[in-house]
């Protein structure tokens, strides 16, 4: 009778048929059976989460168990740094032709949620998925969500189940035959009574697979293989396919086909939810406003909003029509053109909120933002922004003055605080860029300037970062993320040459390279950056592009002496004469006569910008005036030296 009551709020619909197979008189299942299999199966991932070194990989599955929240075994991802590293895809399979389907790629945010279990106890993983795709393409919401009830009774011993998986990080497949549960629970045993096992087809890379009944309530997370054991000797032997026995340690070790399997087994649901909740309780807050509301549904305290509370599939109904065709006329191309518009990304100007930005005690000496001389000002007035009356857009650990001219769209220049102490190294993952809200849209550069070129996989210019991609992100992981995320927008872009962009790893590098070669106890940096612009520079799209981009960077000793150095990087050769039909081919920035350091002093003149007394005191160049070209980091003047 539970298991009836179960189908029905999962909303999968009791009839006579169901009455008999539940007696083991009948295998007829409802139609809707396969419907709602699709439905279940768009919510099942693979993920690989890269080695730290070397190529190497890990495969895994999981699948969505709530708004933006995914679910995987703690050994696919043991640590949220593992998840900030993971690749997440959904829709790896075949379709009705036997084609691969286009897949869709998310990120995961453990620094919005993240709970998990050790492997040698419940081996699981919540964690929470970026609302939206890496194209920006699909919201998460479109993919719907299996939801976790912890009520027991909804399968028994002697029934089916269905595993839904990426086995060897294959295509995505179902197991319909030889699924039968063998066990459930151990009321012996309180921790075996975690798991369920079942006789089904698995592979390593199905770790973390939704394990379901046929009304498809998840019933428990797949997670391992159970061999036949024996002592030997007093140790733990396993039973291998030729009916000899090894040593579980060295067994562990072979292809899993040389193993005698009894069974799979899965984590309760049940004990799962119960798990989320205990830890909940003795950390004493919930770990991020989405788990909080999993458990509150999970437990019935409140379902999640617009919800079905019991409702086993979240989500939209697969639609098996086609869409219809956009209409277009042969008179017009209003259709194609259509078709080709840059998407556009923005956020609420209130997504800000609490940015201090640049901060410049930062270092033992104060070092303020450098302000903007007769030189800046004769390129352009500082653009104004919604809600800072010194017209400074502040970011998360960075900030920076956006020149007004709207034939410029770029920076005057950015300052950034640089802690090589508490640096995470965080993915870059597919760029999706968004239009800073507290500056009008048409100031800054969009996709328009980028892209439909001769060669689309090489646009002749790349979306270049000012502030560099890696600087700002450190912190914990949720403020180590948020910085990178803060990177990714348009006023914090410049059109730059891809050979420059993509290739110049001394310009890249300079800023790893003195921090650390300074003093190891206090690894810490400021850097500006920006462009220098010029009356000669050629517009391109209606964009005057810059010619150079400049940088000077800030370090102190461990007695707090401050020490700077300035550099500039050419793409003159680029910027100058651009090609529109034909891709350059040439020198690119790494090339020697290319890099630049300078003298602060020379920066001033170059950008008509006016730094604090302090940087120019601390400037530790020596050489010509017009700067030294360096042809690696082995020219650079710096303290060390």
């Not at 008999?20 to 099942?44: C, H, K, Q, S």
């Not at 649901?269 to 458990?295: C, N, Y």
């Not at 979240?314 to 639609?319: D, E, R």
């Not at 920006?530 to 010619?547: A, M, N, T, W, Y």
Request: glycine share 8%; charged share 25%.
């Amino acid at each position: 009778m539970d298991q009836i009551v179960h189908r029905a709020r999962a909303g999968a619909g009791v009839d006579f048929d169901v009455l008999e197979a539940l007696i083991g008189e009948n295998d007829l299942v409802e139609i809707n059976y396969l419907e709602r299999g699709l439905m279940a199966a768009r919510t099942v991932c693979r993920i690989n989460v890269a080695a730290m070194l070397g190529d190497g990989s890990e495969w895994g599955t999981g699948f969505l168990i709530g708004p933006r929240l995914l679910l995987t075994n703690n050994h696919v991802l043991p640590t949220a740094q593992d998840a900030l590293r993971a690749t997440v895809e959904f829709g790896y399979e075949l379709d009705g032709e036997g084609r691969l389907r286009r897949t869709t790629r998310f990120q995961l945010t453990p620094q919005d949620g993240f709970i998990t279990s050790p492997k040698d106890k419940l081996d699981y993983t919540i964690v929470a998925i970026a609302a939206v795709s890496e194209d920006g393409a699909t919201p998460i919401a479109d993919l719907g969500y299996l939801r976790l009830d912890p009520r027991t009774n909804k399968v028994d011993v002697g029934q089916y189940v269905t595993i839904i998986q990426h086995p060897d990080a294959r295509t995505k497949r179902i197991s319909l035959r030889e699924n039968k549960v063998v066990k459930y629970g151990d009321d012996a045993d309180p921790e075996r009574d975690n798991f369920l096992w079942y006789s089904s087809d698995t592979a390593p890379g199905s770790s973390g697979a939704p394990v379901c009944t046929d009304a498809w309530q998840v019933v428990c997370l797949h997670h391992a293989g159970v061999p036949e054991r024996r002592q030997v000797n007093g140790e733990e032997h396993w039973v291998l396919a030729d009916g000899t026995t090894a040593p579980a340690t060295l067994a562990r070790k072979l292809p899993a086909e040389r193993v005698h399997w009894l069974a799979n087994e899965g984590v309760r649901i049940s004990r799962l939810v119960a798990d989320v909740e205990d830890q909940a309780k003795d950390t004493g807050a919930m770990p991020g406003s989405l788990i909080a509301a999993f458990v509150a549904d999970a437990t019935g305290a409140e379902a999640f909003a617009g919800t079905v509370a019991g409702q086993s599939i979240v989500g939209l109904p697969i639609i098996t029509a086609s869409a219809p065709a956009t209409r277009l006329s042969l008179g017009s191309s209003d259709g194609f053109e259509a078709a080709k518009k840059p998407s556009r990304h923005t956020r609420p100007a209130t997504y800000f909120d609490g940015r201090t930005g640049y901060d410049p005690d930062f270092l033992p000496t104060s070092v303020p933002l450098p302000t903007l001389g007769a030189g800046a000002l004769a390129h352009g007035a500082p653009a104004k922004v919604a809600g800072a009356a010194d017209d400074v857009l502040r970011y998360l650990h960075f900030s920076l003055v956006f020149n007004g001219d709207p034939k410029r769209k770029i920076a005057f220049f950015t300052a950034v605080n640089v802690d090589g102490a508490r640096w995470t190294n965080l993915n870059r993952g597919k760029d999706t860029w968004y239009y800073d809200p507290r500056l009008p849209e048409e100031l800054q550069n969009g996709d328009e300037l980028y892209g439909g070129e001769p060669v689309p996989s090489k646009n002749y210019f790349d979306r270049g970062h000012l502030v560099r991609r890696l600087d700002p992100v450190w912190g914990d992981i949720r403020e180590a993320a948020q910085a990178n995320d803060d990177t990714f927008y348009w006023t914090n872009c410049s059109a730059q040459y891809w050979g420059f962009n993509e290739g110049a790893d001394l310009w890249q590098g300079l800023e790893n390279f003195l921090l650390y070669n300074t003093d190891e106890e206090d690894v810490r940096a400021t850097v500006f950056s920006g462009p220098i612009l010029r009356s000669d520079d050629e517009e391109h799209r209606g964009i005057l592009i810059p010619q150079f981009f400049w940088k000077v960077i800030a370090v102190a000793d461990k007695a707090g002496k401050l020490f700077t150095s300035a550099y500039i990087v050419s793409q003159q050769d680029y910027a100058l004469n651009i090609p529109f039909e034909r891709l350059p081919v040439g020198p690119n920035s790494t090339e020697p006569g290319q890099n630049f350091q300078v003298s602060v002093a020379k920066i001033e003149t170059e950008t008509g910008l006016i730094f604090p007394k302090a940087v120019r005191k601390a400037d530790v160049f020596t050489g010509p005036q017009n700067g030294r070209a360096l042809r690696s980091v082995a020219d650079v003047e710096h303290p060390r030296r």
